[in-house]
């Protein structure tokens, strides 16, 4: 089935009742709206990995994909195969030559180019898992004001612009819904994730000390310690991770200190970070990559690439010339095992977060494909942009906490979209 969103339906759903047997072993009929016999053997191995519960979250999940490239192709594919309840894929592109070498979900054969991309790759998506509701949209997701953002559990935007993504996350903070980014450039990719706040269960054997409840580390946290039931050796451990924005992590953030007090950790910290970070600001300044063919624009990206390795605090020797040429040579390409890895990844952890049995990524992956490496950073601002959104106490009903006197523009909770300017509601904590 495929359709087109019409209008928002708001509210996110609640996780269903786990399936009951009945005293012959047999299933029970399920709750309307809960897992069917038939679900239950469709994702049996699934369900035993992560258990019903989860599964019951993973298949009342809305989720938003935009771009459908070689990427978004990955992750639509894991996450229709793990059964949600429906994804909207939002992409205004038509499908040109160059799209039919690494995404699957396109062909010659079936005359795709000059089609609209997502409109193309919808009928490969359903045939994946009929249950799942496919929408379409064709529309630019610039054009789409803040409210609708909130009829999806997660939204997941690939291979956009860093201003555009700096929008797409103002307006899911505004919502109180989970953000993913994600790129590719060959051989080269990044994750990341802004849950807002996101609190998951942990099992693990009792230890001779009590475990202690607070911090452990600048963003997460011990809030609950419980008993499991039925195993007085085991205990579950609720924690808490708490996030920054696009704008704050992707530039204003440093590595954390105990990479920066390790002169041996901060060789080995990839330098397709610091070419990333180049790449998104060329981009917002000059509206598009370097040109290979522009020896100008050639030195003003290798001086910006300069800069922001400079600013991590990574050794000069690090950023050399020939990885300066790789990243070049790779920008605006798809590699599918470099998609496959990263779209895997990204997809396994929204089922994570869906799941809240398993620590999710805080908050950016790295890939280098040079070095099949894909290494995770916290990258969190400091000072008072880093307390004011690291110590948000309410995240329900819409609403960001934002403390007195800090700045929304500087912890990227506003802007100016295609609609005027977006703003939250500042909560006074005087």
């Known amino acids: ?28 009929a399920p709750a309307s709206n809960g897992i069917s016999a038939d679900e239950i053997a469709l994702y049996d ?3 035993r990995l992560w258990g019903m519960k989860a599964q019951e979250r993973i298949r009342n999940a809305n989720i938003l994909l935009i771009t459908m490239k070689a990427l ?15 994804l909207t894929v939002v992409d205004h592109e038509v499908v040109t030559e160059a799209d039919l070498g690494a995404q699957f979900f396109l062909s010659a054969e079936d005359h795709h180019v000059g089609m609209n991309r997502a409109v193309a790759a919808s009928a490969s998506i359903q045939r994946l898992n009929p249950r799942v509701k496919v929408h379409i949209d064709t529309a630019d997701i610039r054009m789409k004001p803040p409210h609708y953002y909130s009829q999806f559990d997660i939204v ?12 797409i996350n103002t307006a899911t903070r505004l919502n109180g819904r989970a953000f993913y980014a994600a790129g590719s450039h060959g051989m080269y990719g990044f994750i990341f994730a802004d849950l807002i706040e996101q609190d998951y269960v942990i099992e693990r054997a009792r230890s001779n000390r009590a475990t202690a409840l607070g911090p452990e580390s600048k963003t997460r946290a011990v809030v609950a310690v419980a008993p499991k039931k039925d195993d007085d050796k085991k205990e579950l451990v609720t924690k808490r991770e708490l996030y920054s924005t696009w704008l704050l ?23 397709v970070l610091s070419c990333l970070r180049a790449l998104w600001e060329y981009t917002q300044l000059y509206g598009g990559p370097p040109s290979a063919n522009n020896h100008g624009e050639l030195a003003q990206f290798t001086r910006l690439c300069g ?15 020939e990885v300066l040429r790789s990243f070049l040579q790779n920008i605006g390409a798809e590699v599918a095992p470099v998609t496959a890895v990263l779209g895997g990844q990204l997809a396994q952890d929204v089922i994570n977060v869906l799941g809240q049995t398993q620590q999710p990524i805080q908050n950016f992956v790295i890939f280098d494909g ?17 307390k004011a959104l690291l110590s ?26 295609m609609f005027g300017p977006v703003t939250v509601p500042v909560v006074d904590l005087s």
């Open 45 to 47: 191995r699934q369900i």
């Open 392 to 417: 948000l106490a309410d995240v329900g009903g819409g609403n960001v906490v934002v403390p007195n006197g800090a700045d929304q523009a500087m912890l990227g909770l506003a802007g100016t979209g």
């Open 249 to 271: 992590a992707s530039d204003a953030s440093k590595l954390p200190d105990e990479i920066l007090n390790s002169a041996r950790r901060r060789k080995i910290v990839p330098p």
């Open 156 to 167: 997941i935007a690939t291979d956009l612009d860093a201003q555009s993504l700096n929008l």
């Open 307 to 321: 800069d922001k390795h400079k600013a991590l605090g990574l050794p000069v020797e690090t950023l050399r010339s």
């Open 1 to 28: 089935m495929v359709s087109t969103i019409i209008s928002p339906n708001t509210g996110l759903t609640n996780p269903v009742a786990a399936a009951t047997t009945n005293s012959d072993g047999s299933v029970a």
């Open 72 to 86: 978004a192709n990955e992750i639509a594919k894991n996450l229709v195969l793990a059964g949600i309840s429906s």
């Open 370 to 386: 040079s070095t099949m490496e894909a290494e995770v950073y916290a990258l969190h601002p400091d000072g008072p942009l880093g």
